[in-house]
Each structure stands twice: as C-alpha cells, then as structure tokens.
C-alpha cells in the first residue's frame, strides 16, 4: 500500500468506539434459536405444543357434513368425560372455520387457567402456532397477496389465545383406536360436535363471502 501514490498512512489518537460498550469482552453469549423463533412465530409468547404440568386437559372438535343438500356444523369442547360446551353452527358453515370456532371457544373458557387443549385439526393447530401471526404480519394476506380464508375467526383465535394463564395446544390424530384417556377426550368432543350439528337450524339461501377484514377484526 505504501507504494501506491494515493496512498497516505498515518497514526491516528481517535478511540475505538467499541471501547465503551459495556461488558466484559469475550463474555460469551447465550442465544437459543429455538427458542427466539417460538417468541417470534408463536401466537402467545408462552405458548407450548407439549403438556403442562398441573393443568386442566380439555378436548375440543368442529364437525361438518351435509344432510340432504344442507351443511351442518356444529362445535363442542369437553373433558375425557364430561361436556364443557357445545352449540350448532350457521348453515354452511366450513370445516375448518368449525375447528376454529371449537379452539376459540375452549380457550375463552380457559381464562385465568392453566390448559392443556388438545384438537385433532392440523388447520387448527398450525394457525394458533405459526400461520395466524404471520398473516397478522402480512395485514390478513397470504403469500400470494390474497386474503386469507376465515380472517375475522382466525383474530378472535389470536385474542382467545392470550386469556388463559398459560396454555399448550397439542395434535392429536382423528379417529384412532380408543385404548388412552386422550383417545377417549378426543372421540367424545367428535360425537358431542356431531350432536350439536344436528339440532341446528338451517338457513336457506345463498351463501355470502365474508369480506376482506382489517386487523381489528372489523368488516371492510
């Protein structure tokens, strides 16, 4: 470099700045990926997808079939014994939207609890853990720029989320063979969700689109 004419090497008094950050140097720093991707990704910063010790376990289950032309859809949440709620859901009402509608209302009961909810919907499972933050991120638009299907639904999750004291929210797979307590909470919800969707009362006429909601939850 000293060869070079446009070259100028002098010694300079100006401190290093890093001088004054505080610390000891070569302290090490602790960073869990895992966990700072949870805190980011997650619904609920104490969100967990494995079992609380020393807390409630309830089941939740949306059904959804068609009867003579007409979808029924109804919701239920329960212990491994006992019914928490059920109640009928609106003529057409989608499969997914039901299993939303079911998580929501379990954790609006699990206010001020310690959970452990269980929903056989992968849909389900997916929004309250990753999928609902990243499209409240995104203003309710998919990757491709479109809105995403049950927004105002997927807000109230999100909200509904953040009532209990703290909560897991677990898969568990459908229709299994009956041989745990889990199985056991798991089909009973799945017969109380049919139950409830067959006292409903169906409405005749077109089904509307919802419109594009805003991140209040608000209709547009």
Same mark, same amino acid.
């Given at each position: 470099m000293e060869e070079q004419d446009d070259v100028e090497i002098v010694v300079t008094n100006i401190v290093n700045p890093a001088s004054f950050l505080s610390g000891n140097q070569g302290e090490p720093i602790h960073h869990n990926c895992l966990e700072t991707i949870e805190a980011t990704c997650s619904s609920c910063s104490d969100l967990k997808d494995i079992p609380l010790d020393d807390a409630e376990t309830w089941f939740t289950n949306g059904s959804n079939f068609i009867i003579n032309g007409k979808r029924h859809g109804g919701y239920a949440v329960t212990t @491994?014994?006992? #019914?928490? $709620?059920s109640g009928p859901l609106p003529a057409g009402t989608p499969a997914q939207k039901t299993e939303i509608i079911a998580l929501t209302? %379990? #954790?609006?009961?699990s206010k001020g609890k310690r959970m452990n909810i269980y929903t056989d919907s992968r849909y389900a499972f997916r929004v309250v853990h990753a999928h609902g933050v990243i499209w409240k991120e995104r203003g309710l638009f998919n990757s491709q720029g479109k809105n995403i299907k049950h927004a105002r639904e997927i807000i109230q999750l999100l909200e509904a989320v953040q009532l209990p $004291? /703290?909560? %897991?929210?677990?898969h568990i797979k459908a229709h299994q063979k009956v041989s745990s307590e889990l199985e056991e909470g798991n089909e009973l919800a799945d017969r $109380? %969700? *049919? $139950?409830? %969707? /067959? !006292?409903q009362e169906t409405v005749e006429g077109a089904l509307i689109p919802? !419109?594009?909601? @805003? #991140?209040? !939850? *608000? #209709?547009?």
């Open positions: @491994s014994r006992d #019914l928490i $709620e209302h %379990a #954790l609006e009961f $004291e /703290k909560v %897991a929210i677990m $109380e %969700a *049919k $139950e409830a %969707a /067959k !006292g919802d !419109g594009q909601i @805003s #991140l209040e !939850g *608000k #209709l547009v």
